[in-house]
């Protein structure tokens, strides 16, 4: 039987009403359907865009799968009195994935992040080791680095068709992992493809995730601009996204 699909909308973008487990069951249907059904992550950067950008927007109605990740979108959910019943990260939703292709032996291929993670290899190729080590029985049928040009896409496409893959995961920032996907879904062979982020540079180690102190007191943003500061301007989107849904609340 089909998973029933609850979803809400913030400024018309629609976002799955899903937690940790539902969005599983969903990912599960879709592995099973036809042809590659695109998974979003989004945050309130991504809507905040998407608000800008109809071209953004039509890409994130395009998508399958829509899973909030951000506490700004849940957030905004209850002020808009449709509340979300929780923060589903997209690192978690992807490690829980790769759990299940490893018990049902289906494989996964790992696109993006730097060529060298500081031990020779790509930061792609240690994240696979790490993750095979982790999930008995799975098969990282592929990895590629995500610093190519968009002319060598057709290449990197039939290297995941070739491989088998029946999962991708894409690790290019975004939305430029987001546009990838989009852009290939038509040829890819894979069933599903998720954008990742820097998933793969902490499944690799080499990027580290904020220590308990931050974890424990809601400060895992304060620790990831005291590491990368460049992302100051990014972090500001999101009061400034709460502003939005606070002053168009009961618009629309
Ligand atoms: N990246 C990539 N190719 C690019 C730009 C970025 O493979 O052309 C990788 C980068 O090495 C990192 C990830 O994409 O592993 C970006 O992670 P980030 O946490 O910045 O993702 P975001 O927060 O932008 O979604």
Not at 25 to 54: H, Q, R, W
Not at 125 to 147: C, F, P
Not at 165 to 175: M, R
């Amino acid at each position: 039987m089909a998973v029933k699909r609850e979803k809400i909308r913030i400024w018309d973008i629609p976002i799955d009403k899903v937690n940790r487990q539902t969005s599983m069951e969903i990912f599960d249907e879709l592995m099973s359907s036809e042809g590659c059904s695109m998974i979003v992550t989004p945050n309130s950067e991504i809507i905040m865009a998407a608000s800008k950008d109809e071209q953004m927007a039509n890409l994130l109605r395009e998508a399958e799968l829509m899973i909030p990740d951000g506490i700004g979108l849940v957030y905004a959910s209850r002020i808009l009195g449709k509340p979300l019943p929780e923060r589903v990260t997209g690192i978690d939703f992807a490690d829980a994935a790769l759990s299940k292709l490893a018990k049902q032996g289906r494989s996964v291929y790992f696109l993006g992040s730097k060529p060298d993670g500081g031990s020779g290899k790509s930061v792609a190729a240690m994240a696979a080791e790490i993750k095979q080590a982790e999930h008995a029985g799975l098969t990282v049928a592929g990895v590629h680095h995500g610093y190519f040009q968009e002319a060598d896409e057709p290449q990197i496409v039939e290297e995941i068709n070739r491989s088998g893959a029946e999962l991708l995961l894409v690790a290019l920032g975004s939305p430029k992992q987001e546009l990838f996907i989009q852009r290939n879904r038509g040829r890819l062979n894979v069933k599903a493809a998720i954008g990742v982020g820097g998933s793969l540079d902490v499944w690799a180690g080499t990027l580290k995730r904020a220590p308990e102190f931050f974890r424990k007191h809601g400060l895992e943003w304060l620790y990831r601009l005291i590491q990368e500061p460049k992302r100051y301007k990014r972090m500001a989107v999101l009061p400034l996204f709460m502003i939005k849904v606070i002053v168009t609340k009961g618009r629309k």
